[in-house]
């Protein structure tokens, strides 16, 4: 039992017969423990005593007597301490001259009180003043001490040093403070359970990982935590290991399953411990959410896989060493396969180096060792080489090396490098091929690299500029840029960097270039642009155009002379048309004006003819009858004549508008106008199915009538018979008009459709030969030709065309 921690009340129970003694110690915690001593004989009650003496002697509490003057009796160590005051110094003194402060008031204050109020114990805290100046603060208990009758004798007083009570109550707040901060902002859930499951105890921690508060967990079951199989293996578990103490797994660092309130499962790290309390068997779990972990593991393994699938796929060998060399050196398997090598094939590891040296071949040897030198030197933060190595075979492979230092010491200088490795000899190749190319086009051809020195020239662009190889290689291709457009030409040049897109010749620009003598030629120029591992480089085709230019503008010239030509004749053929329209026209109102004025004097010649043979009939011979007959039968042939060519005249004087017509309808009224003649000539007039059309509809009348009247004239057959059909010929109705008549000569087959054109004569068949003349009149006027195919003693077929929706002109 801790000394510090007892404080003697020492009570000394009566003892019944002295048989029984009780001692009742009392803890400042307030446990109490009771020790008890049985059968305690005389004498050893003598030694207890002696005991007892020893132990308030030597008690860390200051316990002091009194009698019942107040003056001090008894004075122990732990009042020398408290009071640092010897004993010798105090016995035999008033209580109250030993301490200043509170103390010489209120101590005689309690006793006094103590006396009036004969109270078994009196209790107070006070500050008291030392004698050697210090202050203390002080509690104290004082009970007065009775003779065996009962009367007071003294008083016992135990006093304590507060200030250390208070130490310890604050050293017990501030360790149960940084308990619950512990607890509190873990950063794992820390949860408490009992044996039967029931959570105890939830930090933030907790409510954090579960989603649960504190207070809404707290009692229930630590399974709802768990996916279900886990809750039931728990249960088990935990049943088993309080009934065996067999554990079924590790209890630190587990990793386990747990469950979210929302039912999101969550990967957790559970550590356990078992704790007693009061009796209890509690368990502790500490609880850590790794999700973030496992995330950040399984991004690593990802990146790993991602890193070996780039490897595997680019086909590059990796390389690792110190410099100096030693046994730690790394070369992957594939960098030995690059080579032609198993990997246990190669040198040791710390010989590795000078081997490599040695694959490389001579002229690229000095390459190397100038950029390792100036690299592990730390000049240079890496390096990246093209060389040619020595394959196993015996061949040369090209390859491509690339170094980046690992670490350095404190000069810079590397100390451990990190490479890759890479077999370009087919890019070379392709390369070598794309060089031979170009030097075989028949164009000048320049490639230059994005900083815009020229990197590839071929012997046109030799002979073209008039700069050697050596001169072209390295040169900026500024130089090739006449001085006058040179300073725009880098920013156009970046301007093309930045999108670089293939740009066909002549793309619409007048460029010029620049001869080594200064002097200057027009070109075109085509751009393509390639990638390469340096950047983007830009492959140019440079044609010279001079001759061109100058037989375009040859060309040109000649272009622009036919063109004034035409023009010229494009006018007069204008100004001719104009004439004959103009002359046309004219002629149309003559044949108008004349026909319809001749008709005055032809009548009143008519008039006076039949005057004269009505009245002088009987005066008149045979030979006079005869050329009267003559004249009358002029007249009326010259009065048709009249009216046919003034029907001509008026196609276009007497013009309509064009309207949908029914051609149908008008096939019935020709027929309606032809009756007579039809009956006449006992003649079959038929039709099929005709189409509207847009046109005017009286000359389409007119157009089937005289077509119709033909047919029927020009017949010797028994019965005449006339047909007229239609069928559609892409964007124009043809209609033809067939009869079983004479037919045509096909000699003539044009003529007939001119004026006063006719194949016979009056006798034979009357007519003016003004018919089919208006018949095309009236075709073209619709935008339509008309035509006729025939064969003497075969019949005819009339053909015409009319435009489907045809504007009215
Ligand atoms: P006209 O009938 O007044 O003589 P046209 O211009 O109508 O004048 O005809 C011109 C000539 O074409 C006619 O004289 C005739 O010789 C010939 N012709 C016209 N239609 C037919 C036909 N259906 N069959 C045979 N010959 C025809």
Redesign the pocket.
Known sequence: MDRDAISVDARRAEAEGGERKVQHLVQPTGIEAHITMNHVNQPEEMLSDRFLVSILEHAHDAIIATNDDGVLISWNKGAEALFGLPKAAAIGRPVEEVAGGEWPEQLPRLIAQIRRTGSAEGHLELICLRTDGKVISVELWMSPVPDDAGNPIGFSVVLRDIARRKRAERALRESEDRYRTVVETASDGIITIDAKSNILFFNPAAEQIFGYRADEITGRKITVLMPEVLGNRHTMSLQEYLETGQKHMPWTGIELTGLHRSGQEIPLEISFGEVYLEGRRLFTGIVRDVSVRKQAEETLQRNKNRLSLAVEVTGLGIYEHAVPLDEHTYHSDRWAEILGYQLDELPAPEDRLPWVIEQVHPEDRPKIEAAYTAFVEGRTPGYVVELRMRHKSGSWHWIRGYSKAMARNESGKVTRVLGVMEDITERKRSEERFRLAVEAAPNAMVMVDPGGRIVLANQQAEVLFGYGREQLLGMAIENLVPERFRGAHPDLRAEYFEAPVARPMGAGRDLFARRSDGSEFPVEIGLTPIQMPEGTFVLGAIVDTTVRKQLEDTLRQANQELEHRVAQRTKELIDANEKLERSNIELTRFAYIASHDLQTPLRSISGFVQLLQQDYHDQLDEQAHHWIDRVVYNTKRMKIQIEDLLAYSRVDSRARPFTEVELGLAFLDAVDSLSASILDANANVTCEDLPAVHGDRSQLVQLLQ?LLE??I??NTSARPAVHVAAEQNQDEWIVRVV?N????DGRYGDQ?FELF????TQQA?P???????VCRRIVHRHGGRIWVE?DPGKG?V?YFSIPIERSAP
Request: glycine fraction near 24%; avoid cysteine; charge should be positive.
């Open positions: 005289n033909n047919g004239k020009y009869d008549g004479i037919g045509i007939i054109r006719r194949l016979h068949y007519g003016t030969g003004i018919g089919l003349a025939s005819s009339f």
